[in-house]
Structure formats: C-alpha cells, structure tokens
C-alpha cells in the first residue's frame, strides 16, 4: 500500500457515498486505501459499512464510541493505524475535492519531499469555499500569525492552515504531536523542519451536513499557536508560582506556630506537591490526559520527583543555613531554590509525566474498530 487516505468524520453521512465513489475514480489504479476516522453521534458509521461493501477500493472503519481530542485525535488515530507509507488527510464534508488526489500524490510518490500540502494560495488555488465571515478570519488570521511567529519553519508554506495534505509517515514522530490542535499540517510543520512540496488545492463548498466551525475554533486555534511558540511554561510557571507562594505562606504560618523550620518546609512540601498536581491535571494538561498513562501512575511520578526535588531542596536550605548563618533569612532561601527546583520540574511533567503514549498504560479509551 502507497498511501492511506485519512477523512475523520462527524456526522457526515450524506457525503459518505459521493466522497468515496469520487475517490475511487481519482486514484484510478493507485495502491490507495480510505480509513475512516469516525465520531459520529448520527448514521455515518452504518452508511460507512455499506458503502465499502459496495466498492473495490479498501475502505476501512475507526468507530471512536468516546472521542479523544477531537479532529487532531482523529487524524493521529488514522496515522498510526495506516498500511501506506504516506498518509493523505482530507475533510469528510467533500471541501477538499477528491480529483485532487492524483496530483498530491503523484507528487509525493515521486520527488523526496516528507510533507506535500495543498495550498489555497498558489496560482491555481482556491479558497471560495469559505463560506462565512467566521472560517475567512480564521484562515487569514492563521496565517498570518503563524507565518510571523514562525518564519524559519513556514518559510516555504503558503498556506500552513490548510487541511488537505499528504505526509510521509516515516518522516515524523508521533509522540511528539499534540492533537489538542485542530490544525495538524501547521503542527506537523512547527514540530519539526520538514522538506515541504505543495500543490494547488481548491476549497469547495461543503456538501451536506453542517459547518463545524464556532468561536471555540478560534479559542482553539489560538492556543495551539501559543503552545507551539512558547510550550505550557507559562501555565506551568503560574502555578507553581501560586504553589510557591502557598509553599511560603504555610511554612511561615507554621513556624509562627511553633513548629521549626525544618518541620515546617516538609509540612509545606507535601500539601503543595499534592495541590500543584491537581491543578495541573485539571487546568493545564488536560487535554494530555488521555494519551498519557494512568492517573496514578501520573500522580506517583509527579509526586515522587517533587519529593525527590523538595527533599534535595530541604537539605539545601538546612546546609545554607546552618553552614552560612541564614537564620534570619530562612523565607527567601527557600524562595531561590524554589525557583531553581522549578525548572526542573516543568522539564521532568513534560518529557516524563504526560508523554504521550499508545497502548495498555494510556489513560485513552480504546476506539471500536470495524
């Protein structure tokens, strides 16, 4: 098998028999397969099977009964489910016009380019299927943003939103992609300096069904170009620092108390590890949750390694002050190696903690596959 078409869908049953009987005509005699990426509420999955009972070209089904991530979540599924080496996505809702196909793929089948995208802006391109005020901002807004936060990276994309692409699946590293972004092209792209060849596309009309495009699109999309940029340290920065202001204020509550110092920074430790990992989970890496392993497993990590790390930072500020007389500024010892423990912190959650995973120990539901 060549390549693996990818069209996630949702709710898109009235388009199903066109887009796949259109597909088969384009590809011809190509070693193409269609894998339907499908978290419908609707028919689509019924209309999907009987379709491909009624045509040659190999279609095959990805129920997802819980979806996870969403339409980025959809297309990792595809990847990592592909026979091809080159894996195509396109929208289910026939915007993409299947007799694009042969030129997209010829053009990945013969040169060495690791991304093929389809770009509304070259001369022969088309974008007249944005069909309302909302998908023209974001389009434009996109690229326009994306271009100037990235120039090395999209120095060659004219169009780095687009949605119809082929890309060598050998050429990039599933780990590393974030399907919390509905925009996979411009993940791939940032992630990682790909060879990039593109192809006219047009952008058509929709067929039937329903624009899923809404203002959470836009809240979507912004996010995912500023953790892109500059990652989840700021997210991360924050709450620490609520954590390490909490981390002050018990210590200090308590030695006012009576308690030492020493009891007191152990005391602070623990309440604030278990503090900072509830709100991680729930306001920063939640939408890693899923691909991630299990909630304890994530809790024991997170945990151990802020024992780990409060522990050595305890010893620290006992050694600071006793072998350099800091007794009278305990408070801000603590603070500076607070700081320090930070950044060692965000590094072990983010390449530890809620790496990514596929398999038994990921929290992610399985898809129902047919």
Known sequence: MDVTIIVPTFNESLNVEELVTRTEAAVGRRAVEIVFVDDSTDDTPRVIEQVASRHSIPVRLIHREVPVD????AVLEGFRVASGRWAVVMDGDLQHPPEMLPGLIDT???GDAEVVAGSRFLEGGSAEGLSDGLRVFLSHFGNGITKLLFP????????PMSGFFAVRLDA???SVLKPRGFKILLEILCRKQMKLAEVPAILAPRGGGESKADVKQVWRLTRQIVELRIGRMPGFALIGFIGGVANLVIMWALQKAGW???EAAIAAAVITIVGNFIAQEHFLYHDLRAGARKLWWRFGH???FNAIE????????WAAVE?????????????VLLLIGFLLRYTYHERVVYKQLVGEDSDEVQSTRA
Not at 152 to 157: E, F, M, T, Y
Not at 323 to 335: I, K
Request: hydrophobic share 40%; no cysteine.
């Open 70 to 73: 969403g339409l980025g979540g």
């Open 108 to 110: 990945a089948l013969a």
């Open 152 to 159: 090395r990276k999209l120095r060659n994309s004219t169009d």
């Open 172 to 174: 990039i590293d599933l």
């Open 260 to 262: 030492t110092y020493l």
């Open 302 to 304: 997170s945990a151990g």
């Open 310 to 317: 409060s522990a050595v930072r305890t010893f620290v500020l």
């Open 323 to 335: 072998l350099l007389h800091l007794h009278n500024h305990t408070v801000l010892t603590q603070g």
